[in-house]
């Protein structure tokens, strides 16, 4: 099985994560998604995975367990670097790597103490922002009809902002929610 080498240069297999990958999992995302870009980088401007997370806790102020998925959501993407769209990622030639993502989630949830599953409103916020950055940062294309996968919702996280500022936000909210990485 191919391996993935991640910032601390620990061997993780992608399809297959342990418990020990995700040691120092608040340090790992923040690095990792403050350098993934949305929409595999298709955007009219820098716009991260990691902004994404932040945005997301923003909409979940007062509940710190939703705003512990929210910036946990991600975890998969941010332990193997990949962020795989959604339309691919259901499809069946990308149903090894869905499966990972959900496993992922759920040890994310068991090492976090957080109630598994991810709540349907962490669901449901992830595609209203995605709708949202997707209206705000891509192209136009008169055939793409965001809204019929949701309506957006949200605020654009620090737009502009530099990587290492997006790292250190994350950083610091990380520990807010969790007091530990």
Not at 28 to 41: E, K, M, N, P, Y
Not at 58 to 72: M, S, V
Not at 139 to 164: H, T
């Amino acid at each position: 099985m191919s391996k993935v080498l991640n910032y601390q240069g620990r061997l993780l297999n992608p399809l297959d994560l342990k418990d020990e990958d995700f040691q120092n999992l608040g340090m790992q995302l923040a690095i990792t998604l403050s350098r993934v870009q949305r929409f595999w980088g298709q955007c009219r401007e820098n716009y991260s995975v990691g902004q994404h997370c932040l945005s997301m806790v923003q909409l979940f102020e007062g509940d710190l367990e939703k705003q512990r998925w929210a910036i946990g959501h991600e975890a998969y993407e941010g332990l193997t670097g990949m962020d795989v769209p959604s339309p691919i990622k259901h499809s069946p030639a990308y149903l090894p790597y869905k499966e990972a993502e959900d496993r992922a989630l759920e040890q994310f949830a068991r090492l976090y103490d957080l109630t598994p599953p991810m709540p349907l409103e962490i669901k449901k916020a992830d595609k209203a922002l995605m709708v949202m950055e997707a209206e705000a940062l891509m192209p136009f294309n008169p055939d793409v009809n965001w809204r019929s996968i949701s309506e957006p919702r949200g605020l654009l996280y620090k737009l502009g902002a530099s990587q290492e500022e997006i790292k250190r936000d994350f950083i610091n909210k990380w520990q807010e929610l969790f007091g530990r990485f």
